[in-house]
C-alpha cells in the first residue's frame, strides 16, 4: 500500500487561491488512479478530481474551470491547484491512490474558504 501525506490546506478569503500537494511513499508512476476527494460538515465524502492513468481528468460540476489536477512522477506527488475558492469548498480534502487493486488515502488536509 502507497502511504500518502497532504498538505497545503489552511485558511483563505473568497476568491483566493491554494495548491494541495499529495507526496507518495514510493514512484506513482504505476498508480493508475489519483484523485482529489473531500468531505465538508454533515456530509459524505464525495470525489473532486480526477487523474485515470496519468491523462485522463474529471472533475465534479462545482468545481470545473476552478480546480486543476496534475502529478509530477519525478517527485512523486499529486497536486490540487484551487482557484477561485468559495465557502462551499470549506471541507477536510483527501488524496487518495489505486494501484494493483490497492485503494490508499491520505490523513487529509483542511480547506476554509471564509465569505
Known amino acids: 500500500q502507497v502511504r500518502l501525506v497532504e498538505s497545503g490546506g489552511g485558511l483563505v478569503q473568497t476568491g483566493g487561491s491554494l495548491r494541495l500537494s499529495c507526496v507518495a511513499s514510493e514512484s506513482i508512476f504505476s498508480v493508475s488512479i489519483m484523485a482529489w476527494y473531500r468531505q465538508a460538515p454533515g456530509k459524505q465524502r464525495e470525489p473532486v478530481a480526477t487523474?485515470?492513468?496519468?491523462?485522463?481528468?474529471n472533475y465534479v460540476d462545482s468545481v470545473k474551470g476552478r480546480f486543476t489536477i496534475s502529478r509530477d512522477n519525478a517527485k512523486n506527488t499529486m497536486y490540487l491547484q484551487m482557484n477561485s475558492l468559495k465557502p462551499e469548498d470549506t471541507a477536510v480534502y483527501y488524496c487518495y491512490g489505486y494501484r494493483n487493486g490497492v485503494p490508499s488515502w491520505g490523513q487529509g488536509t483542511q480547506v476554509t474558504v471564509s465569505s
Open positions: 487523474m485515470v492513468g496519468g491523462e485522463r481528468r
